[in-house]
């Protein structure tokens, strides 16, 4: 019998044992980004008047590029020295693994304080009814300092749960050496920008007389993908924003002109096939591609690897006929409704984005800026940049809206899925297009 | 070697026997039977607009007409034998080749071991570059050597070859390991001795080798099937499940419709289903397993 | 076996081939690790660097705290052993000793969760967690899978091998079966623990599902974890520092495998025996 009871004791003590660890275990514990604790008491005029209660703000976030990363770091730092009561604890998740972790925690009651996210995953958040409502806090005004096609991607049933805090844009990067020795022309303006034909032929000239394996290179991507597709007036979604029009004719040309330019040789069908989303990128760093089209976040990296040759960026063609087009969306910086602060989260993200921080910001971090008065003072490539916000700035409206619905995390995967199919030649455009205006229709009624 | 339980004396006291595997078995009931049940109660509700809402049995009648879905299992079975069978092989080759004594043939044993070490996640990005069809190195030699470029993962036949050859050189090392130790169980003299009878090497192969093998190649087995659901992270950074369906698997299509999709309800009936299939080939294997059990005596 | 001198030569000529196509991604892994960011994107691919930038290695390990993340990971695989190892070898002892109503039954639940894809339990482990609060904790990111019907498995084969008869004396003279298995057992199975060892270790050390997912802050992150920010897809992956900090966190565990490898093989042998 002794052993028994020996047994039993030393089980209950283990499980004991762990149950106090468990109950007192530690979490999170780290208050600031850096190491050194800050303690300077700087007289510097404080956004907050209560009395010492201690706030403590999670921040959930992705750096764009490492300055970028720098400058949340410096500019939290400096939010917390000026208001001493709030203590903001920021945590740095890669952005490929972000949904990863934010989604089981928002769906499991324990979300961060304030996400900088992908705009285009704040809506279904939102509709979960998980982001708050920050309407309360915003004076007249406040909305107006954001250009509206940014503005919008912050709001849900008009109520907004979020702010602005950068613009990405698509634009075609391209490869000076290859397009010089190839004497092709390029646009000198947003309105002077190439119609489709033309850019084929300027991509398949850069291949033959630049000497580039491949003319052109596409980000595989819905993000560009539906660029091309609104450059020649096509769109995944009609105005009521819930019945597809990707198989409209249309859409459906512009995906076979896309597929032409691949399935010909003059953009590569490997990158289209790929799992690696960054593969057009590394051909295009080895010197290999004429034209690139991505987004403007690849400047600090494109700073650092390209040295074997000049690489600069120039405006998206469009078909004949219609408007020049892009895809822009950005950053936002959300609150969640399951926040006890969200006055002080609002007031970080508030300072946070005012126009002094964010020129300081975006200006060290080259990214482009949703304000009406965006002035950063660019510290790398300026010219760059300033094709990119002009590119941005042929937004539509309804084409962020329609990147913005709560279901379009859902339609990505089918929208990649049959544009792979298309863009390799192994099914017609009108069928991909069919395929997924299917799944569009599903995922509506859902 | 006996697969089930072993013959015990009789009188051995059974409460202490309880006792002691409860905390184990606690843990493991609680920690991966739990998130089992949970996910098969899952499966019969889906997830919208931020609750999980009754659903009964559609999921599942979603699933039937799914061709994803089936295309899906399809491609799991593909995948499996086309690794377990090379695995089994090649590591088993490698392992009676190194099975010296010597610090060459110790010094290759170390180096088929290294890609075990590395992980799955570091390992999928070194290949991704490696065969990027473009501008990867192994593309490049076979250019030097004027052979045609290959596809690799991002063509729609070579995909899942692909996947098979970077599992195999991620595990064989591992593989390798349990081999050598079962071929160091089998004594010398029953070679030598069959040798003196005339047998040949095949004839010793099949006779002595395979059958006194066969606790480690049990082991193999299992371990390589355990291994071929780690595919997730391979397929998740080189293909994502593409070219066109060629590399979806049952595994990944759970996260895709899990965690890209947010539907959960289905992802869950999807584990559901993979769960029972699993279940039935695992019962299966045992008979074969248990039916070999009395052929193990050999001389 | 007896072979030839020529089959000798033609055997090792094979293996050796096998050993370069192991070798070239990773030789490509450290080569990468030493190169500028602008080599590595450059065509032609070069296999050995041109100036190969040693502090790479100290560079990459500072971009990020990884120390503290390397002393996670170490607490993760030492809590792992000790809970995980000291219970499978308890539990595989009573599976291959005891006998006892509902054991094969158990046995086959054990073993039939070694097949469990994780995929299809991060989503409820992941509510477990939370509710039993355990979200972002040491206890957390090991217990999943802390027991598991691999180990069990293993070292219910060995302890099949160990002789009855030690057991039985043992009880004759009034030992106590927990006692028994302190004093008896497990000076014996030195092997077989070594082994379990290592292979709870080649999973924790490597694993980046679990602490990925159940941790919400970057102190409790691990290698793994770390590794993973470099692939921030938004900006590209910085290559060098990756490599460099992959090529680091590697070494520990071939160190490790050297060390052990007479264990290892000595290990698994004995729970063939049966």
């Known amino acids: 019998m002794r052993g028994i009871i020996k047994i039993a004791v030393l089980v209950v003590i283990i499980s004991m044992v762990m149950f106090i660890v468990v109950a007192c275990a530690p979490k999170a514990p780290e208050a600031t980004t850096t190491e050194e604790a800050t303690t300077t008491e700087e007289a510097a005029v404080t956004t907050e008047e209560k009395p010492a209660e201690v706030v403590t703000l999670r921040l959930m976030m992705f750096p764009d590029n490492p300055p970028d990363e720098e400058m949340y770091k410096k500019m939290i730092d400096e939010y917390m020295a000026a208001n001493p009561n709030i203590k903001i604890q920021m945590e740095n998740v890669p952005w490929n693994t972000f949904q990863e972790k934010l989604k089981p925690q928002v769906i499991a009651g324990n979300p961060p304080d304030i996400a900088r996210i992908s705009s285009q995953w704040g809506t279904e958040y939102a509709e979960m009814g998980e982001l708050a409502d920050l309407s309360e806090f915003i004076d007249t005004g406040f909305v107006d300092q954001f250009q509206e096609g940014r503005w919008v991607t912050c709001l849900y049933q008009d109520k907004p749960f979020g702010v602005p805090e950068t613009s990405i844009a698509i634009a075609m990067w391209y490869n000076k050496n290859l397009v010089d020795k190839a004497g092709v022309t390029l646009p000198k303006s947003v309105d002077d920008a190439w119609t489709w034909e033309e850019f084929y032929e300027a991509a398949k000239t850069v291949q033959s007389k630049g000497g580039a394996e491949y003319g052109f290179a596409i980000y595989k991507s819905f993000f560009p993908y539906l660029a091309w597709i609104y450059s020649g007036d096509g769109a995944l979604l009609k105005d009521d924003l819930k019945t597809p029009a990707i198989n409209d004719p249309n859409s459906v040309d512009a995906i076979k002109f896309l597929t032409d330019m691949h399935v010909s040789g003059v953009a590569p069908v490997s990158v289209a096939a790929s799992g690696d989303a960054d593969a057009a990128q590394k051909i295009f760093q080895a010197g290999k591609v004429g034209f690139y089209m991505s987004g403007v976040w690849l400047l600090a990296t494109f700073n650092d690897a390209i040295k074997d040759f000049e690489f600069a960026a120039t405006y998206l063609p469009h078909k004949e006929g219609e408007d020049p087009a892009t895809n822009a969306s950005g950053e936002n910086l959300i609150v969640f409704e399951k926040s006890k602060y969200k006055k002080e989260a609002f007031e970080f993200i508030k300072w946070f984005t005012n126009k002094e921080n964010s020129d300081k910001h975006l200006g060290a971090a080259s990214l482009l800026s949703p304000r009406v008065d965006t002035n950063p003072a660019y510290e790398v490539r300026p010219d760059v940049l300033k094709v990119f916000a002009e590119q941005a700035a042929v937004l539509k409206i309804h084409w962020a809206l329609e990147t913005h619905v709560p279901a379009f995390p859902k339609l990505i995967a089918p929208l990649m899925d049959n544009m792979t199919l298309a863009l390799t030649g192994k099914l017609n455009a009108q069928s991909a297009a069919d395929n997924i205006a299917d799944e569009v229709n599903t995922v509506m009624s859902e | 070697m006996n697969f089930v339980i072993a013959k015990k004396p009789a009188n051995w006291k059974t409460k202490n026997a309880y006792i002691m595997i409860s905390p184990g078995m606690l ?199 355990i291994f071929s659901f780690r595919i997730f992270t391979w397929i998740y950074v080189m293909t994502q499940g593409g070219p066109g369906y060629s590399t979806m698997v049952t595994v990944y299509y759970i996260y895709r419709e899990g965690f890209q999709r947010s539907h959960f309800g289905l992802a869950s009936a999807i584990s559901t289903i993979l769960l029972l299939i699993l279940l039935v080939l695992i019962i299966f294997q045992m008979r074969q397993f248990r039916l070999f059990k009395t052929e193990e005596e050999f001389r | 076996m007896r072979t030839r001198k020529i089959n000798l030569i033609i055997i090792y000529a094979l293996l050796t081939i096998g050993a370069v196509i192991i070798l070239i991604p990773l030789i490509w892994m450290v080569s990468t690790a030493l190169k500028t960011e602008a080599e590595i994107g450059a065509w032609p691919p070069t296999l050995i660097p041109r100036n190969p930038i040693w502090t790479n290695f100290a560079a990459g390990w500072k971009t990020q705290p990884f120390t503290r993340m390397l002393i996670n990971t170490f607490i993760y695989c030492i809590g792992a052993v000790i809970i995980g190892g000291f219970f499978m070898a308890l539990t595989g002892y009573v599976f291959a000793k005891f006998k006892f109503r509902g054991s094969n039954f158990m046995f086959i639940v054990a073993v039939a969760t070694m097949m469990i894809p994780t995929q299809v339990i991060i989503i409820p482990m992941f509510l477990m967690m939370k509710n039993l609060n355990l979200l972002n904790t040491f206890f957390g990111i090991i217990l999943p899978e802390v027991v598991n019907g691999f180990g069990i498995f293993l070292m219910r084969q060995f302890f099949l091998t160990v002789p009855d008869d030690i057991i039985e004396a043992a009880r004759l003279d009034g030992c106590s079966e927990i006692r028994i298995f302190f004093k008896i057992i497990l000076p014996v199975s030195r092997p077989a623990i070594t082994t379990l060892i290592i292979f709870i270790v080649l999973y924790r050390w490597n694993d980046l599902i679990w602490p990925l997912i159940n941790t919400t802050s970057n102190n409790m992150y691990t290698l793994p974890v770390g590794i993973a920010s470099f692939q921030g897809v938004q900006y590209g992956i910085v290559w060098n520092n990756l490599m460099a900090v992959s090529t680091l966190v590697v070494i520990p565990l071939i160190i490790l495998y050297l060390i052990f490898q007479k264990y290892l093989i000595r290990g698994i042998v004995l729970t063939q025996l049966k």
């Open chain 2, 27 to 225: 843990l493991l009931f609680v920690f991966l039977v739990v998130p089992c049940i949970y996910a098969l109660y899952i499966s019969f509700t889906e997830f919208k607009s931020g609750a999980f809402v009754f659903v009964g049995l559609n999921n599942f009648k979603i699933l039937l007409k799914n061709k994803i879905f089936w295309v899906s299992l399809l491609n799991t079975f593909y995948y499996t034998i086309g690794v377990i069978i090379p695995s089994i092989v090649i590591s088993l080759f490698i392992a009676m080749g190194l099975n010296r004594k010597g610090g060459y043939a110790a010094t290759l044993r170390t180096i088929y071991f290294l890609p075990v070490a590395i992980s799955e996640a570091i390992a999928a990005v070194i290949w991704q570059s490696v065969l990027n069809p473009d501008v990867g190195i192994a593309n490049y030699i076979l250019q030097l050597l004027h052979f045609p470029k290959i596809g690799w993962y991002a063509d729609f036949n070579w995909a899942m070859p692909t996947l098979i050859m970077v599992s195999l050189w991620k595990n064989v090392g591992y593989y390798m390991i349990i081999f050598l130790a079962g071929l160091q169980t089998i004594p010398q003299e029953y070679y030598e001795a069959a040798s003196i009878d005339g047998a040949n090497w095949w004839q010793s192969f099949r006779n002595i080798t395979i059958p006194l093998l066969r606790p480690s190649l049990f082991f193999v087995y299992i371990t390589s099937i």
